[in-house]
């Protein structure tokens, strides 16, 4: 079985900066594209970051130059660093990572954390 679990969030004041983790454990055979995403109270889960293998990321425009995604392959992990947090940032951060198991290894399938809460507010 595979676990993704995010860790990392917490109550910050505006210009404050928070760094979210997501680990991925288990029988993993290959560990790939990792994305962010964020649900904010009232609104549609919308999509923050991603990284692929190769290194290559995407962001949202509401947080280009603003936070920066990363990942370890040997860890199994993946980083978001969130600097100059606004209130508009406020959300439940989720992480999803497409993942093949030892025990299929040719088939990618969707994983996700259970999410880790950010609440940015003076």
């Known amino acids: 079985q595979v676990q993704l679990v995010e860790s990392g969030g917490g109550l910050v004041q505006p210009g404050e900066s928070l760094t979210l983790s997501c680990a991925a454990s288990g029988s993993i055979f290959t560990f790939n594209t990792v994305t962010w995403y964020r649900q904010a109270p009232g609104k549609e889960r919308e999509l923050v970051a991603n990284?692929?293998?190769?290194?290559?990321?995407y962001y949202a425009d509401s947080v280009k130059g603003r936070f920066t995604i990363s990942r370890d392959n040997a860890k199994k992990r993946s980083y978001l660093q969130m600097n100059s947090l606004e209130p508009e940032d406020t959300a439940v951060y989720y992480c999803?990572?497409?993942?093949?198991?030892?025990?299929?290894?040719?088939?990618?399938?969707?994983?996700w954390g259970q999410g880790t809460q950010v609440t940015v507010s003076s």
């Open positions: 990284i692929a293998n190769s290194g290559y990321t």
């Open positions: 999803n990572a497409k993942i093949s198991t030892i025990d299929w290894p040719s088939r990618v399938s969707d994983y």
